[in-house]
């Protein structure tokens, strides 16, 4: 089993920056994919980043590429999310998840086998 709890959600306005945290424990880690989603009640779960436990590449979701980068410390179990240029439309639930099979596909949401309960992210105009 695997426990994410995120962290660093919160209020910013437009044009601002945010750095979201993803605390892992339980079973190691290090060899686990991870990536962030977001979703707004009654709309699908939405890809915007993931990070293989080798840290070799990145990947984005077309909304956010550019303005947002993903990164780990396997050391500390810990995934971040750096948000830059905030718009209003970031405006949601951001969930961490990890999936323990490296070759499933990292943008579909049913490749993570765990998830953590989500951090609000609100950017006000």
């Known amino acids: 089993q695997v426990q994410l709890i995120e962290s660093g959600g919160g209020l910013v306005q437009a044009g601002g920056s945010l750095r979201l945290s993803c605390a892992a424990s339980?079973?190691?880690?290090?060899?686990?994919?991870m990536g962030w989603f977001r979703q707004v009640p009654g709309k699908e779960r939405e890809f915007v980043a993931a990070?293989?436990?080798?840290?070799?590449?990145?990947f984005y979701g077309d909304s956010v590429k550019g303005r947002f980068t993903i990164s780990r410390d396997n050391a500390k179990n810990t995934v971040y999310l750096q948000m830059s240029s905030l718009k209003t439309e970031d405006t949601d639930v951001y969930y961490c998840?990890?999936?323990?099979?490296?070759?499933?596909?990292?943008?579909?949401?049913?490749?993570?086998?765990?998830w953590g309960q989500g951090t609000q992210v609100t950017v006000s105009s």
């Open positions: 339980g079973r190691t880690v290090s060899r686990t994919g």
């Open positions: 998840a990890a999936k323990t099979l490296p070759a499933s596909t990292y943008y579909l949401k049913t490749s993570y086998d765990y």
């Open positions: 990070i293989p436990w080798s840290s070799s590449s990145t």
